[in-house]
Every structure is written in C-alpha cells, then in structure tokens.
T-cell receptor, first 114, second 112 residues
Framework: RKEVEQDPGPFNVPEGATVAFNCTYSNSASQSFFWYRQDCRKEPKLLMSVYSSGNEDGRFTAQLNRASQYISLLIRDSKLSDSATYLCVVNTRYSGGGADGLTFGKGTHLIIQP | DTEVTQTPKHLVMGMTNKKSLKCEQHMGHRAMYWYKQKAKKPPELMFVYSYEKLSINESVPSRFSPECPNSSLLNLHLHALQPEDSALYLC???????????FGPGTRLTVL
C-alpha cells in the first residue's frame, strides 16, 4: 500500500469554479500534514499546513480527518494562476526511531481553463 | 530572509567526473534535506541532516555523498554517476525535523 495516495488527474476546471482534491495516507502515526504546490520545472512551494480543526487561507480550505486518514483541499473561485500540481505531503517516522521526514504523494495536476 | 539558495542551477557532467551541489539557508533552520525528483514524479527523500548530523540516509548509493559543514550549508558530492541519476536535485530546510520545509530552486543535473 502506498504511503500517500492522490488522484493524479488532470483535473480540467473552468475559471471561477470550485475544485476539491483528496488524499489518503497509510501511516496512522503521522502527525504533520501539508499541501504543497509545484509549477512545471520549479520547486515545491508550501501552500498550507493542514490541521485537525480545518483551516482556511483566502480561497483555499484544507481539512484533515484522522479517523479516515484523509486530507482534502478545496479551491474556490479558481484562477488561471492556480494551474499547477498539488502535492499532498505527510510527515513520516522513519525506521531507527526519532527521525522524521516528509513523504510526498504523486501530486494532482490541475488545469484551469479560461 | 526566507530563502534557500542552490548552486549551480544546471550541471552537466560525465560519468567519470566529480562535482558538488551546494545549498545554503540563513533562516536559522536546524534541519536540512536533499531530495531527488525525476520528471512527472514527486520528490524522493535522499538525506536528512538535523543539527549538522546525518539522521536519515534513504539507502542512497555511495556515489552520492552528503556533507554539512555548518548549520547554514549543505553539500552533495557526486562521483561516478550514472545517466539514470539525471534529475532535479532539491534542497530544503526546516526549523526542526518535523516542521514545514522550504525548498530551494533545485539543481537540474544531466549525466552523460
């Protein structure tokens, strides 16, 4: 079973629409969750951290469901500039104890169409 | 200063060459990371340094050798690479190991 799973898309969405992405993770001990955005041939950039209570940043809302091991990202009033790959990222405890790193999902490709 | 810098931006090397990638941050972060990213794939963790000590080596071949000379710098020494090692090499840093990571722009490496 893959550690972090996402629908790769692509999601083709008209400008102004609302779009939602989901992600599931396998390690129930994971404690930190993030959405990163990556543009073509660029580095990943943090979009937002994800908290159990849910959090919102402008047009973006992230939710975490620990019981179902499920993370979501909602984008409202989508803009052309939102076109990118969205990476679901989960903190992972590596073997040997005490060491953490991030595990990335394969990303969901979003295309906003005019 | 919230930036992670990486040099060079592009590197082309032969299989017998020795080269180094450099990463620098001045945010006071105590964890630094090397990732490898192939086209249309997510970043894959290679190494993690925490407080200048290697804390994770994700079974990376010995032709990749990391070095952390001080808390602001992270190097990746390359020797006898293979063409399949061609990829984008990303450096990241975070305040502590579980915190949000900030990525540098990467070095695009081509091995001939």
């Amino acid at each position: 079973r893959k550690e972090v799973e996402q629908d790769p898309g692509p999601f083709n969405v008209p400008e102004g629409a609302t779009v939602a992405f989901n992600c599931t993770y396998s390690n129930s001990a994971s404690q930190s969750f993030f959405w990163y955005r990556q543009d073509c041939r660029k580095e990943p950039k943090l979009l937002m951290s994800v908290y159990s209570s849910g959090n919102e940043d402008g047009r973006f809302t992230a939710q975490l469901n620990r019981a179902s091991q499920y993370i979501s990202l909602l984008i409202r009033d989508s803009k052309l500039s939102d076109s990118a790959t969205y990476l679901c990222v989960v903190n992972t405890r590596y073997s040997g104890g005490g060491a953490d790193g991030l595990t990335f999902g394969k990303g969901t490709h979003l295309i906003i169409q005019p | 200063d919230t930036e992670v810098t990486q040099t060079p931006k592009h590197l082309v090397m032969g299989m017998t060459n020795k080269k180094s990638l450099k990463c620098e941050q001045h945010m006071g972060h105590r964890a630094m990371y090397w990732y490898k990213q192939k086209a249309k794939k997510p970043p894959e963790l290679m190494f993690v340094y925490s407080y200048e000590k290697l804390s994770i080596n994700e079974s990376v071949p010995s032709r990749f050798s990391p070095e952390c000379p001080n808390s602001s710098l992270l190097n990746l020494h390359l020797h006898a690479l293979q063409p399949e090692d061609s990829a984008l090499y990303l450096c990241a840093s975070s305040p502590q190991q579980r915190d949000t990571q900030y990525f540098g722009p990467g070095t695009r490496l081509t091995v001939l």
